[in-house]
């Protein structure tokens, strides 16, 4: 059973939109969250984090939100640009249990010019 | 430049014949893990390795081995493929362990095993 899932296998938003991707999990002791953008024919790189002790946190154009109580935490991008289309994964692991990563299955954005 | 390297990018083989994908780091990173990717799943870790001769295995290990003999490399082994392995694979590192501690990723290895 997933303990990280991305219900949404895709999205697609006109440049300059906001975009909403979504993530959900089911592992109470998780407490730090990350995503990861990936281009095609390269690996995943690292995007923006949260702590569970935070509710939001951001960097730019990208804000990530973390409801605890809902386990559910959600990345913002305002504005979206074409160069933002990509595949986004959600991952979530346990501080002080290694640097074992959990991933979702990942949602593809796709930005239109 | 600061990077995660993995060979061969590409590889077609045949069910049963030993392979070996290699990972090398030039970040002086303590931790490396290897990851498949597969449509839906995302990406599930394979083993990971905390240090030199230091290594444990992750979500779904079976049917794979690896090694850390030095802390730059750390081989991804298939001593008999099965079509199930098929993915597409990644090698990670990441200086510290913590969870906090941003892995960085090599392109990625896509196996076909027929």
């Known amino acids: 059973d997933q303990q990280v899932k991305q219900n949404s296998p895709s999205l697609s938003v006109q440049e300059g939109r906001i975009s909403i991707l979504n993530c959900d999990y089911t592992?109470?002791?998780?407490?730090?969250f990350l995503w990861y953008k990936k281009y095609p024919a390269e690996g995943p790189t690292f995007l923006i984090s949260i702590s569970s002790i935070k509710d939001k946190n951001e960097d730019g154009r990208f804000t990530v939100f973390l409801n605890k109580s809902a386990k559910h935490l959600s990345l913002h991008i305002v504005p979206s640009q074409p160069g933002d289309s990509a595949v986004y994964f959600c991952?979530?692991?346990?501080?002080?249990?290694?640097?074992?990563?959990?991933f979702g299955g990942g949602t593809r954005l796709m930005v239109k010019p | 430049e600061a990077q995660v390297t993995q060979n061969p990018r590409y590889l077609i083989t045949v069910t049963g014949k030993k392979l070996t994908v290699t990972c090398s780091q030039n970040?002086?990173?303590?931790?490396m893990s290897w990851y498949r990717q597969d449509p839906g799943l995302g990406l599930r870790q394979i083993y990971y390795s905390m240090n030199v001769e230091v290594t444990d295995k992750g979500d779904v290990p079976e049917g794979y081995k690896v090694s850390r003999k030095e802390k730059r490399n750390f081989p991804l082994i298939l001593e008999s493929p099965s079509p199930n392995q098929t993915s597409l694979y990644f090698c990670a590192s990441s200086l510290l362990l913590g969870g906090t501690d941003t892995q960085y990723f090599g392109p990625g290895t896509r196996l076909t095993v027929l």
């Open positions: 970040m002086n990173h303590e931790y």
């Open positions: 991952a979530a692991s346990e501080v002080g249990a290694g640097n074992m990563l959990t």
């Open positions: 592992n109470s002791m998780f407490d730090y």
